[in-house]
């Protein structure tokens, strides 16, 4: 059984990829920082429906907790699969936001990125196949006012998603990433009302976050065996 790793596992788009990669036969990793409580429920449903799941708790912004608790999970075998999904957003226009925030919203997207997948590389290497998938944005390839940070974070990840599928291309690991638009969540629903949405997206609807879990569930599958270093936008036609 492959085993998954998803980061931010916590959140709506988190539990819909993890019910998804759970109801396809993988042993899926429930990663979260603080909110433990809601990933050991997550993981007590996925168990309940017939699937594999575990919870890991640390704070991927810091280098050495994170490859402590990697190390653990590495003792029982390669991860071969890695959803790179936890990221913040701390908004603010530029000449106002202050430096914390700008690192911040860094430290999760970017560096957790480095902190959490680096460790990974080796072990999935040595299996000769693997999956690694980051969510990205629209606010990445767009740009969002109030959101220099977020989308300086985001962009950043789509270069380094094409870097490392040109590292692991011959390896018979795929590196992709995911820039959805307004998916539904409480967060987006606080942000877009029904007439923002219908001027933002020409689908004129916020998309689910099971649509970005199946997007998820192709590229791990065999199938997408010869998609590597793409940047896949779902945004219902915003970009």
């Given at each position: 059984m492959k085993r998954a790793l998803i980061t931010g596992a916590t959140g709506c788009l988190g539990q819909a990829l993890g019910r998804r990669l759970a109801a396809d036969g993988l042993h899926v990793i429930l990663h979260t920082h603080q909110r433990h409580r809601e990933a050991l429920e997550l993981c007590a449903e996925l168990c309940r429906q017939g699937g594999s799941a575990e919870v890991t708790c640390f704070d991927l912004t810091q280098r050495e907790p994170t490859h402590c608790a990697l190390e653990e999970l590495l003792k029982q075998g390669p991860i071969?699969?890695?959803v790179n999904n936890a990221g913040i957003h701390d908004d603010a226009v530029f000449p106002g936001m202050q430096p914390a925030q700008w690192q911040r919203v860094i430290d999760v997207s970017l560096s957790g990125f480095f902190h959490v997948t680096q460790p990974l590389i080796l072990p999935m290497v040595r299996s000769r196949w693997g999956r690694i998938i980051t969510l990205s944005s629209v606010a990445a390839i767009t740009?969002?006012?109030g959101q220099t940070n977020y989308a300086?974070?985001?962009a950043a990840l789509h270069g380094a998603t094409k870097s490392l599928a040109l590292e692991l291309a011959s390896r018979?690991?795929?590196v992709n990433a995911i820039a959805p638009g307004i998916i539904a969540s409480p967060m987006s629903?606080?942000?877009?009302?029904?007439?923002a949405i219908a001027r933002l997206v020409p689908m004129k609807r916020a998309g689910t976050p099971e649509e970005v879990a199946h997007l998820v569930a192709f590229l791990v599958s065999d199938q997408a065996g010869y998609m590597t270093g793409q940047i896949l936008s779902l945004d219902g036609g915003m970009t």
């Open positions: 071969q699969v890695l740009g969002n006012r300086a974070a985001k018979q690991i795929t629903a606080a942000t877009f009302d029904q007439d």
